[in-house]
């Protein structure tokens, strides 16, 4: 068995901005790029996982691991800030092929999406936020949770609690995961 047939969470590989990046791609027609949230394990396929298959009936969903997070490749000396991330997402899409898409970004994704947008307006059609950074807020008790995360199992389920509304699907895959 390979490892992407023991994990889902990977997917396809490119190298973007000179990073090796995991991504998952499902679908075919207008390109929809779903960018994940910046918590503790995430992942594309943790974040997306229960939409890509709706979505990818009507269109090319890709949905990448961004640097720093999940499969993506981890180098030394990098300093991670949205220059860096936008950069890399703008390589990214040239990577896999796409010159203009629709961006779907929660939180940390959201904030990329805005981004990507004010920095290369040409390669966004639309964008959908959920719960997206890009002004100064009041930090609430979730987001203290989820920044002080300290790694363990227990920790991982009482984070995930923290976003979902439905606690039924947090399983102990989903925690180890």
């Not at 004010?118 to 949770?145: A, C, Q, W």
């Amino acid at each position: 068995m390979t490892e992407t047939q023991a994990n889902p969470e990977i997917g396809n590989k490119v190298v973007a901005a000179g990073i090796e990046t995991n991504y998952l791609d499902q679908g075919t027609g207008y390109p929809l790029v779903m960018l994940h949230g910046s918590g503790p394990g995430v992942t594309a396929w943790a974040n997306w996982r229960l939409v890509i298959p709706t979505f990818s009936q009507q269109h090319r969903v890709v949905a990448p691991d961004l640097a720093g997070f999940g499969y993506t490749e981890r180098k030394p000396g990098i300093t991670y800030n949205l220059d860096f991330w936008v950069n890399h997402l703008a390589k990214f899409l040239d990577a896999v092929g796409i010159e203009k898409c629709n961006l779907v970004g929660n939180s940390f994704g959201g904030a990329l999406s805005l981004a990507l947008a004010t920095k290369h307006p040409d390669r966004v059609e639309r964008i959908v936020l959920m719960g997206s950074v890009g002004t100064k807020f009041e930090l609430t008790d979730g987001l203290d949770k989820v920044w002080g995360y300290q790694p363990s199992l227990e920790n991982m389920r009482e984070t995930a609690k923290v976003f979902a509304y439905d606690k039924s699907i947090i399983t102990d895959a989903l925690v180890q995961s």
